[in-house]
């Protein structure tokens, strides 16, 4: 199995990259706009390539012998969303785990906050929005929507598209290890949209 990590440098994407390592015997090929070498940890399964998720040719030459692309962004989400879904149609490669956030599908209950309408709010609308592009592809996708993050316990629960969302937080180590579960069995959470959350009393 060989991974692109794309969002490399980012909090989530350090954390997976780590556990990945530690946890399966993945290639990993770690992707962001600004990367250095010094990220690697173990040049026989690693290597560190610059991507612009926008630039369509090195998106290109980033997939070449890729299985499973995992991808943590910020910024112009749709965008990212509309560019990955073409160009890995184009290139055959079909297996993405994409990061948005809770809520972007009013699926927070009362007991745990607001559920504003998504499409109106300036901070869910771009996750919405990419959520539905990455949807309405052929992608063999899942969404990972995140409660607030830390480093704290990786005991998590999922809940599916359609059901409230279970908590406010969840360790990054949390999606580490869902992540790791997917490449081990990339089967599981096939076309699904995964709530993930530490269990929290209500």
């Known amino acids: 199995m060989k991974v692109l990590i794309i969002?490399?440098?980012g909090s989530i994407?350090?954390?997976?990259?780590?556990?990945?390592?530690?946890?399966?015997?993945?290639?990993?090929?770690?992707?962001?706009?600004?990367?250095?070498p010094t990220m690697i940890?173990?040049?026989?399964?690693?290597?560190a390539i610059n991507l612009d998720v926008t630039n369509d040719q090195g998106l290109v030459t980033a997939l070449d012998g890729i299985d499973f692309v995992f991808?943590?962004?910020?910024g112009r989400m749709n965008t990212f969303a509309k560019h990955l879904v073409k160009v890995m149609d184009q290139v055959g490669v079909k297996r993405l785990a994409f990061i948005t956030t809770m809520g972007i599908y009013q699926e927070i209950p009362s007991w745990l906050?607001?559920?504003p309408n998504p499409y109106h709010n300036l901070i869910l609308r771009p996750y919405r929005k990419a959520a539905d592009t990455i949807e309405?592809?052929?992608?063999?996708?899942t969404i990972i929507r995140p409660g607030w993050l830390d480093n704290g316990p990786a005991d998590y629960e999922l809940t599916k598209k359609g059901e409230p969302f279970g908590g406010h937080?969840?360790?990054r180590y949390a999606i580490a290890d869902l992540v790791i579960k997917m490449v081990k069995n990339?089967?599981?959470?096939?076309?699904?949209?995964?709530?993930?959350?530490?269990p929290q009393a209500h």
């Not at 990339?186 to 530490?198: A, D, L, Q, T, Y």
């Open 13 to 36: 994407g350090r954390v997976v990259s780590a556990e990945l390592l530690k946890n399966t015997d993945a290639e990993l090929v770690l992707a962001a706009r600004h990367i250095s």
């Open 186 to 198: 990339p089967e599981f959470g096939n076309r699904e949209s995964f709530g993930i959350n530490r």
């Open 136 to 141: 309405n592809s052929d992608l063999d996708y």
């Open 7 to 9: 969002g490399a440098t």
């Open 169 to 171: 937080d969840v360790s």
């Open 71 to 74: 991808a943590a962004l910020s």
């Open 113 to 115: 906050g607001e559920s």
């Open 41 to 47: 940890s173990d040049t026989s399964r690693e290597t």
